[in-house]
């Protein structure tokens, strides 16, 4: 799935500077198995039964995280339906970054947020991001996106 207006390379980089590569299975900081950029293993993944340290590909780390990618994308076009497509693409790389990290069940919860996104509000969809569990939890990376939102000029 591509998205008109995103700078993909851009979006990757920074999604491996946010939840770092990891060439092997290890435990996420709230114990499930993973690897890559991030990637929860599911039962669906052939490394389901593999060991924390087992080695894994940079070509299966990168095709994983081409496929998140694209799931990533296509939640956030779930979530915000046919106003994404006119989003900026500043807007869509934060907003898939934070899909990335939180999965649409939880980012739908962000009424407030999303609703200013939904008017174009992006002063006012940072500032009801920083108001989030989210943000406590994950303080820099929920900043940095926050302060990229409120800059953002259509």
């Known amino acids: 799935m591509t998205c008109s207006n995103l700078n993909l390379p851009k979006l990757r980089h920074q999604l491996e500077q946010d939840e770092g590569r990891v060439n092997e299975i290890y435990l996420c900081p709230t114990g499930?198995?993973?690897?890559?950029?991030?990637?929860?293993i599911t039962e669906d993944d052939p490394e389901h039964w593999m060991e924390v340290g087992t080695p894994v590909s940079e070509e299966r780390v990168d095709q994983v995280f081409n496929s998140d990618i694209n799931v990533a994308m296509s939640e956030c076009t779930a979530l915000y339906g046919d106003n994404w497509f006119g989003f900026?693409?500043?807007?869509?790389?934060?907003?898939?970054?934070?899909?990335?990290?939180?999965?649409?069940?939880?980012?739908?919860?962000?009424?407030?947020?999303n609703a200013a996104i939904l008017e174009g509000d992006w002063e006012e969809a940072a500032k009801e991001g920083r108001d989030s569990l989210w943000y406590r939890q994950v303080t820099n990376r929920a900043?940095?996106?926050?302060?990229?939102?409120?800059?953002?000029?259509d």
């Open 32 to 40: 499930h198995p993973t690897f890559g950029v991030g990637h929860l």
């Open 88 to 113: 900026p693409g500043e807007v869509k790389s934060i907003l898939i970054n934070m899909m990335f990290n939180l999965g649409r069940t939880r980012l739908k919860k962000f009424k407030k947020m």
């Open 143 to 153: 900043e940095r996106l926050m302060r990229r939102m409120e800059l953002v000029d």
